[in-house]
């Protein structure tokens, strides 16, 4: 997948592409149509197809205390989108200038002088320029006399409505990782690069690889049936997974700690890929090491049961 930034010129044989444009995070179902009649369009056009996201997301710029909210990090992204088809991912930094830009310049000077877009395709609720005084249909009117074709993609639905970023993190937030599954059309997956922790797990029989969560969606905390991906290894592995505080232990801490069955190879320093498959239970203080010890199996038990 080829890597592009907002702030350097476009390669010449990229110009001339159709652009998938919106935040993508978490690159659900309803994101995936949008990329999807980029890419059906670039490839009926013989032109290049682009899908351009934002880091960091203009919430973030806007509010920097927001709590962390995001569903993937760039280079998830950038996997999700050459598998759907992409041939570059274009990272907008989202910055002052980006965000005081009018939508005419966002248009003209953006997507048409820069980029040499020749064609856009959004969701219908996609807005750009200075204080959001850009949508589709200015995108279309404003792109029309320079020959930039602007197309908007309906929502997607399932049973309960549309598809969106909010119903995923409010269903991780609850533990429901059936549901945020569903619309993802994966699980939700933290990755991150296994650190040093205190070690106690390998006393107790349960060695864990600590994971940071960074800017992640904090999932409801507690205990979760997972499979680990080693990254750039084929090597998938099954386990129990702690989320959260780490209550029995002092200081509390948040990280990701998950505990693979069956692997006694050392982790450390490479990067791993934690999906979340079923919520087991939350976490929880126990009177005593043991008692801890003996839930960790039960977790481990039903982990088994749950994963097949």
């Known amino acids: 997948m080829i890597r592009l930034d907002s702030r350097t010129p476009v390669p010449e044989h990229l110009r001339g592409a159709i652009l998938a444009l ?23 056009q013989g032109r290049p197809a682009i899908v351009a996201t934002f880091d960091p997301h203009p919430v973030r710029f806007f509010d920097p205390q927001a709590e962390p909210f995001r569903l993937t990090t760039l280079d998830q992204r950038a996997e999700l989108f050459a598998a759907a088809g992409a041939d570059a991912m274009l990272v907008i930094g989202f ?48 792109g029309a006399p320079l020959g930039l074709d602007a197309v908007t993609v309906g929502p997607v639905h399932d049973d309960t409505g549309p598809i969106s970023s909010s119903r995923i993190r409010a269903a991780l937030k609850a533990g429901d990782c059936a549901t945020a599954t569903a619309l993802l059309t994966r699980p939700f997956a933290i990755r991150g690069v296994v650190q040093h922790g205190d070690k106690v797990g390998r006393t107790i029989g349960f060695p864990t690889a600590n994971l940071p969560l960074d800017n ?44 693979f069955f ?19 239970r939350p976490e929880a203080k126990f009177a005593s090491l043991d008692e801890l010890v003996a839930q960790i199996g039960r977790d481990c038990d039903r982990a088994r049961e749950l994963l097949g």
């Open 22 to 44: 919106g935040n993508f995070d978490g690159f659900h179902r309803g994101h995936q149509a949008v990329v999807g009649e980029a890419i059906r369009r670039a490839r009926e």
């Open 95 to 142: 910055d002052a200038d980006v965000a005081g830009m009018s939508a005419q310049s966002w248009v003209e000077d953006g997507l048409h002088g820069h980029l040499g877009a020749a064609g856009v395709v959004t969701g219908e609720d996609f807005t750009f320029g200075k204080g959001r005084s850009g949508n589709p249909q200015v995108l279309r009117e404003l």
């Open 216 to 259: 992640y969606l904090r999932p409801r905390f507690g205990i979760y049936a997972v499979t680990g991906h080693l990254i750039g290894q084929d090597t998938v592995l099954k386990g129990a997974a702690n989320i959260g505080v780490r209550p029995h232990f002092d200081p509390p801490k948040e990280l990701l700690e998950p505990h």
């Open 262 to 280: 069956n692997f006694s190879g050392d982790l450390y320093g490479q990067e791993v890929e934690v999906a979340f498959h079923h919520f087991i």
